[in-house]
């Protein structure tokens, strides 16, 4: 069965399932306009998913796949994280190397910036990229995805990490994450320290569900249980002073229906596009905390 | 440093309300890509039942583009509720796998609101 999946760049679909196997799809391939998605409907014989690789050992259920550059898949399953790269002269794929992590991968993040960030700062210029990877523990561990190395960046929190996002941040690297207690919490990935900490609070449904860190690295945004968004300013640590709060959390009603915010993203290094679980859509413009418009149930409001 | 929402929240109430379906959330959602011109969005709504594609051009309109409620079947459940993720090759392909397809993943082409095609993973077809 389905466990996880993701699109490569190159419009493969990866699928990882409940025994530790990895497949791809190269489905995308031959449908780039209409008369390909015609014959591929009427071809009455169903694409196929191809085995990459058993990616995970003891029928470990893939909890997260993600399709890298070069041709490299992260795969990770409830105790450990595997590289894999498709080596194309010899058909097929290979493991580089093996994480053995403190719990299930909950999420991964390799951000493209944050890669030519990470690894200027730590590795050497011809080793590959750095990934963050939260875990089922609470921690975050900084990942290098050649040697499939990986440093225990923090314990980020005491219960499941839900998730998290990484961004450049002026000269550093920070980490948001979001735990399923419903705290909020932002590391610098350089030193360790947390720069920023938002509690929960059960009783009135503000818990944190999500974070993410705008583009330009100047700002946390937090979604919340009650249908809402914070947004909070980071600084960068410029002239090696340290990353810190920058005035207030400012605190928006992106869901007046009071829906808990299920998704987050930028649009563009614009604004802040938030889905909730009652399946309504805002978009808030973070800079000044007000809102574009309102999506619900197919209406504009 | 530390900072508390509750403390700082100031809710404004810009829509009137609305009955969350608490019955079948949305578990995962998907961005796509802007279209080059028009400058459309599309993002998909993944429930354990269904999955839904909106538009959206920021500031101008938004409309839901399509549903897709395929219908129950048996096999093995997903270890999520549901997920999605937009082609990042074509636009308008999604593919969506719930509770709903038995752990199938499903190409669904939202442009045209029609199944592509369903694939099984455990038998690779």
């Known amino acids: 069965m389905c466990t996880s999946l993701c699109v490569g760049s190159d419009g493969s679909v990866y699928v990882g399932d409940s025994r530790g196997s990895v497949w791809r799809s190269s489905l995308q391939t031959g449908v780039n306009n209409a008369n390909d998605v015609i014959n591929a409907k009427s071809n009455s014989t169903p694409p196929s998913l191809v085995k990459c690789a058993d990616a995970l050992p003891d029928n470990e259920a893939v909890t997260i796949v993600n399709a890298l550059p070069g041709g490299r898949l992260f795969v990770g399953g409830a105790r450990r994280a595997r590289v894999w790269i498709n080596e194309l002269a010899a058909g097929g794929w ?18 493209a910036s944050t890669r030519a960030n990470l690894r200027a700062k730590h590795t050497s210029p011809d080793t590959e990229p750095w990934g963050v990877v939260t875990t089922s523990a609470g921690s975050a561990w900084l990942v290098e995805i050649a040697t499939g190395t990986a440093r225990a960046l923090a314990q980020a929190h005491p219960l499941d990490v839900a998730n998290s996002s990484v961004k450049s941040l002026g000269s550093r690297v920070a980490l948001a994450t979001c735990s399923v207690d419903g705290t909020a919490r932002v590391w610098d990935c350089d030193s360790g320290a947390k720069v920023l900490e938002v509690h929960a609070d059960a009783s009135t449904r503000t ?15 937090i979604g919340c249980g009650d249908g ?49 679980a009652d399946g309504s859509v805002a978009v808030t413009n973070v800079a000044s905390g007000a809102f574009l418009f309102i999506f619900f149930n197919g209406q504009l409001v | ?22 019955d079948d959330p949305v578990v995962a959602a998907s961005v796509s890509e802007p279209a080059i011109g ?8 993944a429930r354990s039942s269904m999955l839904q594609c909106v538009s959206i051009v920021p500031g101008v309109k938004s409309e839901l583009k399509c549903s897709f409620k395929p219908t129950p079947r048996g096999g093995s459940y997903v270890t999520a509720p549901g997920m999605c993720a937009w082609s990042e090759t074509t636009r308008g392909i999604v593919y969506y796998a719930s509770r709903a397809t038995g752990g199938r993943v499903v190409q669904f082409d939202a442009l045209k609101s029609e199944v592509v095609c369903i694939v099984d993973v455990g038998t690779g077809r």
């Open chain 2, 1 to 22: 440093m530390t900072s508390c929402l509750t403390l700082t929240a100031t809710a404004e109430q810009l829509f009137p309300g609305g009955k969350a379906d608490t």
């Open chain 1, 228 to 276: 809402g968004v914070g947004v909070v300013g980071v600084g960068g640590g410029v002239g090696g002073a340290a990353p810190g709060v920058q005035g207030p959390v400012r605190h928006a009603k992106a869901h007046p229906s009071g829906a808990a915010v299920v998704h987050a993203v930028f649009l563009n290094h614009g604004p802040l596009l938030t889905v909730a």
């Open chain 2, 38 to 45: 028009s400058g459309e969005i599309l993002v998909s709504l």
């Open chain 1, 207 to 221: 818990r944190a569900t999500r974070a993410v860190i705008a583009p330009d690295g100047t700002k946390v945004c």
């Open chain 1, 94 to 111: 290979e493991e580089v190397g093996e994480l053995e992590l403190d719990g299930a991968v909950v999420a991964a993040n390799f951000d």
